[in-house]
Each structure stands twice: as C-alpha cells, then as structure tokens.
C-alpha cells in the first residue's frame, strides 16, 4: 500500500513540475515576441519612436499593476485554478493583439501583460510548497523555462513573418499556442487540493520592512535592463546595421545563454549564506554584455550577447531566489512575491520608456547606455542590502 502510495505521489509530483514548466514557457513570449517585428508594426500603424516606447512599456507596467491581484484571485478560487482561468485569457488575449487594430494592438498588449503578472506572483510561492527542500533547482529549473519561451519567440517570429508573407500579424498570433498547451496539461491539477491555513495578521508588515524593499528594488532594477534588452535590442542592432533576422537570433541566443546562469547562480547562492557576491558578479556581466551591445563593433556582437544573457540569466533566476530564500514559508513567500514584483515591475516599466523617449530626443543611441549603466549601478547597491543572510519577518 505504501509503495503504491509512494508511486502516485512520485506521478503527481512529476505531472505537476512538467505543468509548472510549460506554464513558465509562457511567461515571455507575449513580451518578446514584438520586438523582432517592431518595425514592421511601427511602420505598417506609423507608430512614432516614442509610441513604440509605450508598447514595449504598457506590458511591464500592467506586470506589476495586476501583481496585487494575484493573491485575491488565488484566495477566492485557489493558486492552480486562478493559473488556468489566466492561462485561457492569455491565449484569446494573444490572438486578438494582432487583430484589432491600433487601439487593439496597446489594450491586448496590455491585458498580456496582466496575465503574465498574475502568474508570475503565483509561481514562486507554488514552488516553496510543493517544493519546499529543492527551491533552488525548481528556481533554476522554471526559469530555464521561462528563457526557453523567451529564445524561442524572440528567435522565431522574424522568421515566422517571412514565413506568412512577410505579415506581422499571423507572426504574433502565433504564440497563443504554447498558452493552449500549457492549459490542457495544466487541468489535472485543478484537481488538487491543499490544505488552507490561516496566517494570523502579521505585526511587522513587509512594507515596513528594509529588506523586503531591497529585494523589491533588486527585482525592479534587474527586470529594467531585461525588458530593455527584450523590447530594444533588435532595434538597437538594426540600426547599428544588422540585419533583422540577425537582431532576432542575437536576442535569442543571448536569452538562451541565460539558461546557463539561470540554473547555477541559484545552485551557487542557494548554498551560501550571503548571496551578495553572486548577485554583483551577474550584475557586472550584464553590464558589461550591454556595454558590448551598444558600443562593440558588431563583428564581436556574438561574444557581448553571450556575456549579456549569461549576466542577466543570473540576475533574474538570483531575484527570484530571493523570494524564497528571504521568506520563513510560503505565504511569506507568496507575500514578498507579490510586493517584490507588484512595485518592481512599475518601476521596471521605466527603463524601456525612458530608452524610448532617449532615443527620440537623442537621435541615436549613446545616452541610452549612461542611463543603462546607472540602472546597474543602483541594483548592485540594492544588492548589497537584499544578499544579506537575514528573512524578511525579522526586525531590522
């Protein structure tokens, strides 16, 4: 009886990380695949330089916007039913972005955005439950996932668009599949239930609490430079002279790259007790890998976007670690996840509108990388703060 019992358990757990995984596939795709064919859409809707800043935005805003939601959702109809209801939405909402025009194109790419925000709360806390003696590999593990997603959109639509004749829209509509997918074989797990347990109020909030400002800040910063990166690099590599399909794979490879760092930056700092010196380490690589972009003669692009995904990789799989290695348990983790990507995703959303705006009153690209170089900077510092051995329920 015993080893059947263990036998189920073993199937459940294996059916529910495969689920997890492919729900993390889509936590990118909606985000980078418009970067690829943003000219196209700017000239195809005469879309001005600085309204491509706001459709590269509006995501990561609603991103955090919709985070507080998150927790309510999940409370009213559970985490894993509120992550398929989201997963449907996600997938009508990609397929009718394309379709609706102008106006369309901004409202669904905003309500895309939403969806991914609300998963992305849900995620962390789910795995410090389900996962509680293994959070650094499922870390690493989903976020190898969710850069899979990412690789793949960011690689695969230029491609795609030549594919449908050279039209941007079938290209886009595209990625409601991976959403489809993941639904379906998220429907067992609806069938899973977990034991409620009332946490009583607690008498330090996490607002009133240094570190978790800390690890929100680090989330928001390291976030800034990623959806710069996700919404900006091919535009920047075009108009340094690459070719699109080009600009499209450098982003994919660098993205892909990630997968490396993603898996052992969380593997490293999960086992020591300070996490500072991982989390300056990817930081600087980032930095470096940017600077590359910007700056390096493109013949050497290859080598800089090898380095920038191995740097960002590690900054984001280490931010999402801290959530729950700052956290006593998985409500408190639940709670940081939700602070920590609620108010760093609107602050994250400033550094691809800035890069908008930059690029139109500078004409070119130049002043882009100081304010680039200062977003790094202020997370290194933040860093020195969230890579402390200490919890979040702690008193400062």
């Not at 010196?277 to 930095?287: E, N, Y």
């Not at 690029?359 to 882009?368: K, P």
């Amino acid at each position: 009886m015993s080893s059947v019992s263990f036998t189920k358990k073993g199937y459940q757990g294996a059916l529910a990380l495969v689920g997890l995984l492919l729900v993390a596939i889509n936590l990118r795709p909606a985000l980078t695949s418009v970067s690829p064919v943003l000219k196209n859409i700017a000239e195809g809707l005469s879309l001005s330089p600085a309204a491509q800043g706001v459709l590269t935005t509006l995501p990561v805003i609603c991103l955090g916007l919709a985070a507080p939601l998150a927790p309510r959702l999940s409370r009213r109809i559970g985490p894993e039913r509120t992550i398929f209801v989201i997963l449907i939405l996600l997938a009508i909402t990609l397929l009718a972005r394309p379709l609706s025009g102008t106006l369309g194109l901004f409202v669904f790419t905003a309500l895309a955005g939403a969806c991914i925000g609300i998963m992305n709360v849900l995620l962390p806390g789910i795995v410090k439950r389900d996962f509680p003696t293994r959070v650094s590999l499922m870390t690493g593990l989903y976020t190898v996932a969710l850069n899979l997603g990412a690789s793949l959109a960011a690689g695969a639509t230029e491609p795609l668009r030549q594919a449908f004749g050279e039209q941007w829209e079938p290209s886009l509509a595209f990625w409601l599949l991976p959403a489809v997918i993941a639904a379906l074989v998220w429907i067992p797990q609806l069938r899973v239930t977990h034991t409620a347990r009332v946490r009583p109020p607690s008498s330090h909030p996490l607002y009133r609490n240094a570190l978790a400002w800390q690890v929100t800040l680090f989330m928001g910063l390291q976030s800034s430079l990623a959806y710069t990166v996700f919404g900006w690099l091919p535009t920047i590599l075009q108009d340094r002279g690459v070719s699109p399909v080009t600009a499209g794979l450098a982003l994919s490879i660098s993205i892909l790259c990630q997968v490396i760092t993603a898996i052992l930056a969380p593997l490293i700092g999960g086992r020591m007790k300070d996490q500072r010196a991982v989390l300056i380490s990817v930081m600087l690589l980032t930095l470096c890998g940017l600077a590359g972009c910007l700056y390096a003669p493109t013949q050497s692009l290859w080598l800089w976007v090898v380095i920038l995904g191995l740097g960002q990789g590690g900054t984001f799989s280490m931010a999402l670690t801290l959530l729950a290695l700052r956290a006593p348990d998985a409500d408190t983790a639940a709670e940081l996840s939700g602070m920590a990507q609620g108010f760093g995703y609107v602050l994250a959303a400033f550094g691809p509108l800035l890069v908008g705006l930059l690029h139109d009153w500078s004409g070119g690209w130049d002043v882009v990388g100081i304010l680039l170089g200062l977003i790094g900077l202020g997370a290194m510092v933040v860093a020195l703060g969230a890579g402390r051995d200490r919890l979040v329920r702690q008193h400062d």
